[in-house]
């Protein structure tokens, strides 16, 4: 089958060419780098995280699937009230219901061709003979080395008597390829209902975490509608709620609002930062698990409502900006992109949240839990309270592109928080057929925050190789800006596939990553 794979890892994508060269379609080359990429690398993802995936179609169909699971039912709030300030950012209390593995059978059922053991066949395979550590993750396991230090099955893994691998050290994974070798067997119920799921519950209330096993038996994938903005000549589809895609969706809406069509050359930067601002101080407000709260996205997404909100905001002497709590990323997240010849189109994004997650990994079975409660606030009455059984306010935000009823690219990219800030500065280029991809996605960038960019205090990193313009007039309105170097990897890790004027396909990779892209026929 013809078609095209982005990742931020080689092996990834070498793992999704080989499923096109076999004959698989756009669904089945993604779930293979899934699956290898939850062994090379398991600081960003794993069988323990959440997903998110779009999946288009010729026919003008698309469907979203939502694999975030839900806080365990026997949380005590009160008790993480009283002894927390916060939702933990590690250990057995910052755990939700892992949904990833849902979320790949969900995916396949919409349109694979392969069966679940070819599909992760390649990963089962690098589980077993070993795979070589690489930048991101040898950083990841540097900066995480303290609370990696904590688990002991965590910590004989990747840092083995006290020594933390280093990048081109080789990683070897005996417990995650039996739990892959089960799944290929079982399918994902053993994760939910069987062996495995038990053998993670003992290790977590061991631990003290409240997870059970009627937890994990209650998780449900949902498959629903997308989410959809028209731009010019394209409609733009992401993730409803519980996922911040409409963040991005309402940007463009509000600068549409103003007259400001998005610019290539980076001449918009500042309407798109505030535009950003505006969306993620709604995030904040609004965003929650859809079963107990709504977004009021009718008027999130309108052009003029929005627009009038943007332009009250460009007009404060010093707009607000928000610290948020999250600690530096250094890489949470893994995208990937692909297409196929008969016009399917597939964005997936799946995670563990923050680097190495809960940094708890079940020796028994090799897998690592997320972080993903961290995602909750303790506020009574916050759209994203706290609440036993409901599903955090996530992160994680594919985007697909269609024009004339059909998907024409797919984008998506790591960066917790700031995803739709990094899309919403890639989008333009990745829809100019006479720009490079790659070209687009390796240049410079900004991202808005505080915590989530390793700094004690709002400011805006902006990478110094970017126009010098842009951080003057930031400075001039009161933010504080600060130059980190360029390709610096808070600035995420984007990767895109899109249909050529011929008919062809081109994909590309961020060059902040580890990354490859291919095209195969």
Not at 182 to 203: D, H, L, N, Q
Not at 219 to 234: F, I, M, S, V, W
Not at 302 to 328: K, N, V, Y
Request: some cysteine; aromatic content about 4%; charged content about 20%.
């Amino acid at each position: 089958m013809p078609g095209a794979i982005a990742t931020p890892h080689e092996l990834a994508t070498r793992a999704g060419h080989e499923a096109f060269a076999g004959g698989g379609n756009a669904i089945d080359a993604a779930l293979a780098a899934a699956a290898m990429l939850t062994v090379v690398f398991p600081h960003q993802c794993g069988l323990g995280g959440d997903l998110f995936a779009l999946i288009g179609g010729h026919d003008g169909r698309a469907v979203s699937v939502n694999g975030s699971g839900a806080l365990p039912a026997a949380v005590d709030v009160e008790e993480y009230r009283s002894r927390f300030s916060e939702v933990p950012g590690s250990g057995p209390h910052s755990i939700t219901v892992p949904g990833l593995l849902g979320g790949w059978a969900r995916i396949l059922d919409t349109g694979g061709s392969m069966e679940l053991a070819e599909i992760v066949a390649p990963a089962i395979r690098a589980a077993e003979d070993g795979v070589t550590v690489s930048r991101s993750l040898a950083a990841g396991i540097r900066w995480r080395r303290e609370v990696l230090l904590q688990d002991k099955g965590i910590a004989d893994l990747f840092v083995p008597n006290g020594r933390a691998l280093r990048e081109g050290d080789i990683l070897n994974q005996p417990a995650l390829r039996v739990s892959l070798e089960t799944i290929a067997a079982e399918g994902v119920s053993c994760f939910y209902t069987g062996s495995v799921g038990v053998s993670i519950v003992t290790t977590f209330q061991g631990q003290g975490s409240p997870l059970t096993m009627d937890d994990l038996a209650a998780h449900r994938t949902e498959a629903n509608d997308p989410l959809g903005l028209d731009y010019g000549d394209y409609r733009l589809l992401t993730s409803p709620p519980n996922s911040q895609g409409f963040m991005l969706l309402e940007s463009i809406a509000a600068m549409v609002g103003l007259g400001i069509e998005l610019d290539v050359s980076g001449g918009d930067a500042k309407y798109k930062l505030h535009a950003a601002m505006l969306a993620s101080e709604d995030r904040d407000r609004y965003l929650g698990d859809p079963d107990r709260v709504s977004l009021p996205l009718s008027s999130l997404l309108d052009e003029a409502m929005t627009g009038d909100r943007l332009r009250e905001r460009l007009h404060r002497t010093q707009p607000e900006l928000e610290l948020h709590r999250r600690t530096a990323a250094h890489g949470d997240t893994v995208a990937i992109c692909a297409m196929d010849g008969d016009g399917m189109a597939v964005s997936l994004i799946q995670s563990l949240y923050q680097t190495f997650g809960s940094g708890i990994l079940d020796p028994v079975t090799g897998i690592i839990m997320h972080n993903r409660a961290r995602g909750f606030s303790l506020t009574r009455g916050a759209a994203n309270e706290l609440i036993p059984g409901t599903r955090p306010a996530h992160t994680l935000m594919p985007l697909l592109a269609y024009r004339e009823g059909r998907p024409v690219a797919s984008l998506g990219t790591m960066g917790g928080r700031a995803q739709a800030q990094i899309l919403l500065q890639t989008l333009a280029g990745a829809l100019d057929p006479t720009i490079a991809l790659a070209e687009t996605l390796a240049a410079p960038r900004w991202v808005f925050g505080g915590k989530d960019l390793g700094f004690d205090y709002p400011m805006i990193a902006i990478e110094a190789d970017a126009a010098s313009a842009l951080d003057e007039q930031l400075r001039t309105d009161g933010f504080k800006v600060e130059r980190v170097e360029p390709q610096n990897e808070n600035m995420g890790h984007a990767n895109a596939v899109r249909i050529r004027a011929d008919g062809g396909f081109e994909a590309a990779t961020d060059s902040r990553s580890d990354g490859l892209a291919l095209v195969h026929g």
